[in-house]
Nanobody
Framework: VQLQASGGGLVQAGDSLRLSCAAS????????MGWYRQAPGNQRELVAR???????DYADSVKGRFTISRDSAKNTAYLQMNSLKPEDTALYYC???????????WGQGTLVTVSS
């Protein structure tokens, strides 16, 4: 499984960004897609994930501001981030958990920087 993440950038507090993660290889519509992030000095944490039936869960810190979605026909996951805060600054990683072999695959990370 290969993942290509995009959409990061430098924005101001209150702005929006949309991250995309395109997957290729041995993937399935039954896979779970997710976004994690890691800020300097912090551990990687789950931001949001979405299952094959579009059931989603979110970190408390992003509930009501971020929305995860998927387009199974395009093998792509999205993370719409609204009302961004400086504390959202991190390297964001796309994660793909495969139904086929229960493995986690990671994208290369895309940097989101939110200035105050």
């Amino acid at each position: 499984v290969q993942l290509q993440a995009s959409g990061g950038g430098l924005v101001q507090a209150g702005d929006s960004l949309r991250l995309s993660c395109a997957a290729s290889g041995r993937i399935s519509s039954l896979d779970t897609m997710g976004w994690y992030r890691q800020a300097p000095g912090n551990q990687r944490e789950l931001v949001a994930r979405i299952t094959y039936d579009s059931s989603a869960d979110y970190a408390d810190s992003v509930k009501g501001r971020f929305t995860i979605s998927r387009d199974s026909a395009k093998n792509t996951a999205y993370l719409q981030m609204n009302s961004l805060k400086p504390e959202d600054t991190a390297l964001y990683y796309c994660n793909w958990y495969t139904y086929r072999d229960s493995q986690h695959y990671w994208g290369q990370g895309t940097l989101v920087t939110v200035s105050s």
